[in-house]
C-alpha cells in the first residue's frame, strides 16, 4: 500500500501563545487545504487541542504547520499521540474545554 493511501489520526497539543492569534482559524483553513478531517478548540488551560484524520502526508503537513501557526502565534511546542481513527465528514472548530 502507497504511504498516501496510509490513512492516520493524530492527537495534537499545542503549547505557547495560540490562543487569541487566530490560531483555531488558521487551522481550520489549513486543514481543509490539505484535506485533513478533524476538529479544533481552546482549552482553557491556554493550549490547543486539534484531532487530525487523513492521508499520512497531509496530517503530517498539518503537523508541520502547526509548529508554526499563523503569524501572531508563538508555538513554544507541539505533543503528538496516535488516535483512533475520527467519524468528522470535515474539519471543524469547537468549543472550549
Known amino acids: 500500500m502507497a504511504e498516501s493511501a496510509v490513512?492516520?489520526?493524530r492527537h495534537l497539543r499545542i503549547h505557547g501563545l495560540?490562543?487569541?492569534v487566530y490560531y483555531r482559524k488558521s487551522m481550520t483553513e489549513a486543514a481543509?487545504?490539505?484535506g485533513v478531517l478533524g476538529w479544533v478548540r481552546n482549552r482553557q488551560?491556554?493550549?490547543v487541542e486539534a484531532l487530525a484524520s487523513g492521508a499520512a502526508p497531509a496530517v503530517q503537513a498539518?503537523?508541520?504547520w502547526a509548529h508554526e501557526g499563523p503569524p501572531a502565534a508563538r508555538v513554544e511546542r507541539v505533543e503528538v499521540a496516535e488516535a483512533p481513527a475520527c467519524d468528522a465528514q470535515g474539519f471543524e472548530q469547537r468549543e472550549t474545554v
Do not use: N, Y
Open 62 to 64: 498539518l503537523i508541520d
Open 18 to 20: 495560540v490562543q487569541g
Open 32 to 34: 481543509r487545504r490539505l
Open 45 to 47: 488551560d491556554g493550549t
Open 7 to 9: 490513512s492516520i489520526t
